[in-house]
């Protein structure tokens, strides 16, 4: 099993980028597909993007395609998400979540991190 942090969330104005980190400990990270999720207030909880073990693969949302990009360092065990052109409707709080397979769907995941606040002001 391993664990997940996620970090680098804050406030950012419209049009703003920032980098998400998911730190994650255990010894065998690279056999993870490691996914962003994001919770608005009052939504429900939404797939973002993913990446392959090995990194060669990655997938996103339609809503962020294009302005975010997911990548890995399996050497730091950590996966980043950069967000260019931030839009308010990206405030959420973001959530990493490894799994064997590729899963989009939140409720295949019975544990979550604390997550990481991203707020864009408008």
């Known amino acids: 099993q391993v664990q997940l942090v996620e970090s680098g969330g804050g406030l950012v104005q419209a049009g703003g980028s920032l980098r998400l980190s998911c730190a994650a400990s255990?010894?065998?990270?690279?056999?993870?597909?490691i996914h962003w999720f994001r919770q608005a207030p009052g939504k429900e909880r939404e797939f973002v993007a993913a990446i392959t073990g090995g990194g060669g693969t990655t997938f996103y949302a339609d809503s962020v395609k294009g302005r975010f990009t997911i990548s890995r360092d399996n050497a730091k065990n950590t996966v980043y998400l950069q967000m260019h052109s931030l839009k308010p409707e990206d405030t959420a709080v973001y959530y990493c979540?490894?799994?064997?397979?590729?899963?989009?769907?939140?409720?295949?995941?019975?544990?979550w991190g604390q997550g990481t606040q991203v707020t864009v002001s408008s």
């Open positions: 979540a490894a799994n064997y397979l590729l899963d989009r769907r939140p409720s295949t995941y019975s544990s």
């Open positions: 255990g010894r065998t990270f690279s056999n993870y597909v």
